[in-house]
C-alpha cells in the first residue's frame, strides 16, 4: 500500500508513504470516521496544530485554475472568486485544503525546493490537464526540478465503478492517444473510466518519473465505511479533503 491509514483520538485520516519521510510537511486525507462538514476544518487544525486562519480552502468549478498562494489575504479576496481548482505555493504556515466526494485528490510535493501544491481531477479537471499544469506551474514558479517532484493520486472512485457516457469518452478520445488502457467498453455507449491511470498517463507525460507516482488504490464507492462518495450515495452533501502544509 503506498497509503497509510492514521487515527488521532477518534479521527482518522490517510497519509502518503512518499510524503512521511519528507521533513517539515504535513498531510492528510480525511474519510468519514470523525470528519463531518461541520468538523473539518477544526479537525484539520488539530491533526497539525495550527490555527484556523492559516488555512485556505479551494473553490472547486471543475475547470484548471491554480492558486499560487503568496498572501492568504489577497488569494481570498482577488482570486478565491474566480473559481480555484487547484493550491500551489512555498510559503510555511498555509494550509491548503481541497475538497472530494468521488473525483481524484492530486498531492504534489517537490522536497528539494520545498514546494507544495493540491488538484481536484474530476473527468474535467483530469481531461483538461490540471496535473500537467501543476507540474509546469511547479517549474517556471518555483523552479522544481522534474526529478524531485512526488505526486500521490488519492482515495477516489475507481475504474471498478466509474461508469460514463459517450461525452466524456468523446473527450478523452479527442485528447489522448491512450484511451485503450483507460476505457472499458460495458454496454452500449457506456464505459468504465480509470482516472487514476489517467491522471498517472499524464503526469507521466509531463516528465514526472513513474517511480514517483503514488496511487492509493482506493475506491470512494467501494469503501463505503471508510469514505463519503457522491454517486454511490445519490449526491450527499458531505466531504472528504486533502490538506498539506509546509512547516
Ligand atoms: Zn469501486
Redesign the pocket.
Known sequence: MSFNIVSKEEVFYYTIKSFDNVENVDHLFSTRMGWNKENTLENIAKVFNVGLENIVVSNQVHGTNIAVLEDINFYKENVYPNGVDGLLTDKTNIVLVTYYADCVPLFFLDPNKKVIGLAHGGWRGTVQNIGGKMVNLMKEKYNSSIDDILVAIGPSI?P??YEIGIEVYDEFKKRFEFCNEIFKSTNKNKWHLDLWEANKKILMKSGIHEENISISKL?T??NNDIFYSYRKEMGIKERMVAAIVLK
Open positions: 475507481g471498478c465503478c475506491c464507492s467501494c
